[in-house]
């Protein structure tokens, strides 16, 4: 019985330490959550506004106006995903649906970059994506910064200029709130933006200097880089949103498993009790 005891005992201080685990890496969670909800709203105005002057430039311009609204009429060419996990795990099943989304939508002949380790650690390990990788962000480190997001998209500017991809689409995790989180897909280059037109403008077009196309050309850095970071901020607000969720759901589950495994403690440890007393009380019997 007392081996049973001790077994029972270690196993709810194995769980306690856990879940002092659980708790701490939650804790970390909801700061970063908060964090990266506070950087989201900041650089979504600064997004937007970058948006609406791409759109503006190319509203006011002819079909034409650049190649960057525009699919390459190459044939062969495939898109290239730039798909955006985490670094860690213990997110819940923040990554698994993002692979699950890049796998329902790839074909051949399209190419896959990964921002994350996790996603570059499962695709490469697959032989069917194996010829499909592209090294846009290999140099850069787990967590990717402004300025490294500001080097990348030159490189993928001049990737698509030079007619490798016939689109380029970033797969990330589209946050809601802090329960709900799912795959998501942006366009990033050939350029759909709408943008409404302004009443005033049907009789006083406004005029551009030097012109759309070169207006364009101009913003397009700071376009790809307000928008490939703004998806980035908001994968990481919903990769800190599913592990606080998941660590909560943990500590839910460990005190309930405490909770039964001292039921299962305090029953044994009685009944222990109870056969020793009985053992005691029967010798004495037996003495007299």
Known sequence: MSVGLNKTKHRIESIKSTQKITKAMGMVATVKLKRFRDAKTKNALYEQEVANAMAFALANGDSSASHYAMESEKEGLGTLYIVISSNLGLCAGYNSNVFKFVESIFKEGDKLAFIGEKAKTHFSHDPRFENSIEPFFEEYGTDLNADEVSKSV?????AYNAEKFKRIEIVYTKYVNSLTFEPAIYTLLPLSLVRKENENE???PPLLEPGPREMVHALMPQYLSSALNAKYIESQLSEQASRSRAMDTANDNADELI?????????????????????????STAAK
């Not at 299962?264 to 009944?271: D, L, P």
């Open 259 to 283: 909770r039964k495994l001292t039921i299962e403690y305090n029953k044994a440890r009685q009944g222990a009790i109870t056969q020793q007393i009985t053992e005691v009380v029967s010798g």
């Open 154 to 158: 030159y490189k993928l500017k001049d």
């Open 202 to 204: 049907s009789y006083c």
